[in-house]
């Protein structure tokens, strides 16, 4: 007889409850990195935020 194996039912629940925060923190993973990827060196050098924290 097999043993019950409870990580399925245990993940597919996670799965139900997660996943907008998951999807959320996918997408908004994604837009820093898109707009951090385009920013120059020039840009970054100018940017008042970069000044202020300049470490």
């Known amino acids: ?6 990580w399925p039912v ?3 629940r996670e799965w139900n409850r ?3 925060f998951l ?3 996918a997408i908004t993973g994604a ?3 898109k707009l951090t990827a ?5 840009e970054a050098k ?3 935020f970069v ?3 300049n470490r």
């Open 1 to 6: 007889m097999r043993k019950f194996d409870p």
């Open 10 to 12: 245990f993940f597919r």
């Open 18 to 20: 997660n996943w907008p």
């Open 23 to 25: 999807t959320g923190f």
């Open 31 to 33: 837009l820093i990195v």
């Open 38 to 42: 385009g920013l120059t060196e020039e």
């Open 46 to 48: 100018n940017s008042k």
């Open 51 to 53: 000044q202020e924290h």
